[in-house]
């Protein structure tokens, strides 16, 4: 049943008094339900808010009508003296009365301070503005960290009771398994009620996509698309308890491992996407890479995975039903192939749901055990392929891997790192903007003492104005936030898929910053204001040094902090540059790529090997193609990895794992990979001849220190393979990853059935890609075919990053600009507050430029006591930076030298208009005004 929203229940509890709460929230209980069955659960919540704040309102109406009638009575004289000093202060020819009681005066201040506001709009708003900058951007990036690092998945029933499990190997932990893994943990873990496992679906094109997994062709003969795909266990949704929204779900037998029957269950985004939410999908076959699926269902529609940082997949298909649409991949979930060779597949990761009573260190505990178990099993599988056995390890938070969770714990934070910076900018500058106001008011604030207001009186009403700013700031920050999180989702290297709106928790945390503002930055001007000498706030208004070095020492503080931040927007800015010019041992421009899955179309390994040859020769014959090759993997989407031997060597016994690829001939020439002694592949490198490769740089120095490599030979698939060639070290898996060893086969020797087809274009891509796709399907219409640019890999890798740059760099840049403004706005007030001083200068016949470089120099001193004070700070915060940083040092002089020069440069501008303002001004009309 749906209930009220529970902030307007606790609201209307607090507006009616306790004997008319009861009945009142009974009669909009009944109401609510009514509008829930009539108009929807959406249009009752607002109807439900909207009855609550007229009766707010018509409760504060009946309040202030009170209190006129009070005002009216005989005894009315005394309060009627309060609106002449809403300090409620008394004339000392008026008898002795005490004060209203205390909600009368809260009151009055209010009265008072939103006259004020209505008043000064200018100043006021810059107020607001500045708050609601430097509130918003920390309740924006605290509610990206409630939801995605601090919140469990919805739905998901008690999450407390799931672990992720983690393998950790010489140190290096990870979260990849087989399924092989999943079955054995599955099935012999004690302390595990049960084990889920999922995963990307290789699919047509090999990566991971937006949409979730891998990608698959839904559809048949031209009315064809693609989704995207994960594998996960039949048990999957069952062990989450996550509901369906649609359907029962996977049969009884898929659920259980016993059926391998080809079922599909639809996300409730792509059901409603791209068949309108048709319940009749249930009755007809779906078909995925042209083999028909039976739809079990669709899944709720605020259910997003176990990965906050996971894109939620189009579809998910069973894991041992993938064979149906990926011949061979029941291969890749076995521990051992048929000839006794192991197995190095792992995709998947797993997540296990405690037995009840079991807690995290009875199950980490139950872990070495099990352990124990899988060794005695598995160990010569492990010292196979990777020289070692690893150590299982469990997690609490299972849903994120230790990497992706310290990747985005470490960008958020320094995120809001960021922000808490320009929001302590923005308070200092709301303190300076109090500050001058106040010094406006002392003169007032002087008559109300002398009429009798106390300072704590005194002290009430401007800590009461300095609340409802900040509260107004704050305000407008949570508005901020409603609509910032997704534009911050996108600046982190995660593909974050929570709910990023701002909920109860964010509202109290708002609040709470906002409260912070008024206390600490409103709280000293008003403090100052408040305890002046009565005939010194009358007669010298402003001319305390105190408030004058304090009011300095603010500008010196948020000068500090500009600085801090723009260095480090300017070294991020610089990796940017750094990634741009990066060369990447590779040439991305005008390269197409073609992703092809024979194997879907029915292909053998023999056959793809035939097909790459004949497409390979009617490709490089097309108009437009300078040259065309084929690979088995593409930069930056997957790798494959192997475990080389080589006699003679210190990896003879345990080997040196790395990448490997397949490639064909010309793959070097047609992506620009510099060969730097041998040879690359020929079409004469072919089945049936000797196995040959080609190792990179640092592959060659790791296997043979000192040696030439070239006609060295080490074991690859229980063959001796021959090293033809040395290759530039190129970049395969991240633009900012550090050089690392790789090898290349000829695809020729070692067909497979997934093949990527490269072409050098002579001009832009896109006007190759239908020519491509025509001869590639002339040779067989069903091909599933998927266009990619090489271009377009780089500039998602370095997009985030960019992003992420230009995003700290516009923080920087809002820090700049409030420390200029606060800068300007100091200035003027010394101008204004040494008026007089100034005039009898020039009337002793003091020159314009002297008047003008006392007033700048005052700026740039305050300007250079921050840069000095900033550039410590940064100095002493680098290392933190250090691992977002590319191809630039955290010390780099440039930006330390750039920035402050730039500051100065701004302190210069910001000083010299009130300079300029102070040079005209005119003796005789100074002295008058004062």
Not at 597 to 622: H, K, P
């Amino acid at each position: 049943m749906s209930t009220p929203p529970k902030l307007a229940v606790l609201t209307l509890r607090r507006i009616c008094s306790r004997k008319s709460a009861v009945e009142v929230e009974g009669d909009l209980l009944e109401s609510f339900s009514a509008w829930t069955r009539t108009r929807g659960h959406s249009f009752a919540r607002r109807r439900y808010w909207r009855e609550v704040l007229f009766l707010g309102f018509w409760r504060a109406v009946g309040a202030w009508r009170r209190i006129r009638e009070v005002r009216a009575t005989p005894d009315g004289y005394w309060r009627r003296a309060d609106r002449a000093s809403p300090g409620g202060g008394r004339s000392s020819s008026l008898p002795k009365k005490p004060s209203g009681g205390w909600w009368q005066n809260r009151i009055m201040d209010i009265r008072f301070g939103l006259r004020r506001i209505v008043k000064n709009p200018l100043s006021s708003g810059i107020a607001i503005l500045l708050l609601a900058i430097g509130i918003g951007g920390n309740t924006t990036v605290f509610t990206v960290v409630q939801e995605v690092l601090r919140k469990p998945p919805p739905l998901i029933q008690n999450p407390r009771e799931l672990l992720g499990l983690d393998w950790n190997l010489g140190g290096s932990v990870g979260s990849e398994w087989g399924y092989y893994d999943y079955e054995f943990y599955r099935d012999y873990g004690e302390a595990f009620d049960d084990v889920i496992a999922y995963g990307g679906f290789a699919g047509s094109m090999g990566r991971r996509t937006d949409s979730g997994g891998g990608e698959v062709v839904v559809g048949q003969g031209d009315a064809v698309e693609q989704a995207g795909a994960w594998v996960v266990s039949g048990n999957y949704f069952r062990v989450l308890g996550v509901p369906m929204a649609f359907g029962a779900g996977f049969s009884p037998g898929v659920q259980e491992g016993e059926d391998t029957s080809p079922e599909v269950i639809l996300s409730h985004g792509y059901w409603a996407r791209s068949f309108g939410m048709d319940p009749a999908i249930l009755d007809r076959p779906l078909f995925l890479n042209g083999v028909a699926f039976r739809v079990a269902g669709a899944t709720h529609p605020d259910f997003r995975g176990v990965n906050p940082g996971e894109p939620v997949p189009d579809l998910f298909i069973p894991i041992l039903s993938t064979e149906a649409i990926s011949p061979g991949f029941n291969g890749s979930l076995r521990r051992f192939q048929d000839d006794g060779s192991p197995s190095a597949s792992r995709f998947l990761r797993l997540v296990a749901r405690l037995d009840p009573g079991m807690d995290l260190a009875a199950a980490q505990a139950s872990a070495g055990v099990l352990q124990g178990r899988w060794e005695e099993e598995f160990s010569g599988w492990s010292q196979t392929v990777y020289g070692n056995t690893y150590q299982l390890q469990v997690r609490s938070d299972f849903g994120m891997p230790p990497f992706e969770s310290r990747l985005l714990r470490r960008q958020l934070y320094f995120l809001w790192f960021v922000v808490a910076g320009v929001f302590l900018i923005a308070c200092t500058n709301l303190a300076i903007l109090l500050l001058a106001s106040a010094a406006g008011r002392e003169r007032e604030m002087g008559i109300r003492a002398s009429l009798g207001a106390g300072r704590k009186r005194l002290l009430s009403q401007l800590i009461t104005e300095s609340l409802m700013l900040s509260t107004l700031g704050g305000a407008a920050g949570l508005g901020l936030a409603y609509l910032a999180p997704k534009a911050i989702a996108a600046t982190v290297s995660m593909n974050i898929q929570a709910a990023l709106t701002p909920d109860g928790s964010v509202a109290v945390f708002a609040l709470l910053l906002s409260t912070l503002a008024a206390v600490l930055f409103g709280t000293a001007p008003s403090w100052s204001l408040s305890r002046g000498s009565v005939s010194g706030l009358i007669q010298r208004p402003g001319q305390g040094r105190t408030r004058t070095r304090f009011r300095g020492g603010l500008v010196v503080t948020q000068t500090a902090l500009s600085i801090v931040l723009l260095i480090g927007g300017g070294l991020l800015a610089r990796s940017v540059q750094a990634l741009q010019r990066l060369d990447m041992g590779f040439e991305p421009e005008n390269r197409l790529i073609m992703a092809v899955q024979l194997d879907n179309a029915g292909y053998s390994d023999e056959e793809a090997g035939v097909f790459v040859q004949e497409a390979l020769d009617r490709l490089v014959q097309m108009p437009g193609v300078r040259s065309a090759t084929v690979a088995n993997r593409i930069q930056f989407l997957g790798s494959n990895t192997w475990s080389f031997t080589a006699p003679g060597t210190d990896f003879a016994e345990t080997g040196m794992r790395v990448n490997f690829n397949l490639a064909g001939p010309s793959y070097f020439e047609t992506l620009g990979i510099s060969i730097l002694s041998g040879r690359p592949f020929t079409r004469d490198d072919l089945p049936g001849g000797p196995m040959v490769a080609v190792v990179n740089e640092v592959f060659a120095q790791r296997m043979w220190p000192n040696q030439n490599a070239l006609g060295k030979t080490m074991d690859f698939l229980d063959q001796s393979v021959e090293v033809v060639g040395v290759a530039e070290t190129a970049v395969y898996g991240s633009v900012t990853e550090a050089p690392r060893a790789h090898a290349y086969f000829p695809s020729l020797q070692i067909p497979l059935g997934r093949q990527y087809f490269i072409l050098h274009t002579e001009g832009p891509t896109g006007a190759m890609v239908e020519p491509v796709d025509q001869t590639l399907r002339g040779m067989n219409p069903q091909l599933t075919i998927a266009p990619m640019t090489l271009s377009g890999l780089v500039n998602t890798q370095v997009s985030s990053f960019r992003i992420w740059a230009y995003l700290i760099a516009a923080c920087a840049g809002i820090a700049l600009f409030l420390a200029l403004v606060g800068l300007y706005g100091v200035q003027s007030y010394l101008v204004s507050s040494r008026t007089r001083e100034i005039g009898i200068r020039i009337a002793l016949g003091a020159e314009s430029r002297t008047v003008v470089g006392g007033v700048v120099r005052s700026g740039l001193l305050m300007g250079a006591l921050g840069s000095v004070v900033g550039v410590g700070a940064a100095l002493a915060l680098s290392g933190a930076i250090r691992g977002a940083l590319f191809g630039v040092s955290p010390n780099d002089p440039l930006v330390f030298a750039a920035v402050p020069a730039l500051l100065l440069l701004g302190c210069l501008l910001a000083s010299l208009v009130p300079a300029l303002r102070a040079s005209s001004i005119n003796p005789v009309e100074a002295l008058a005004r004062e």
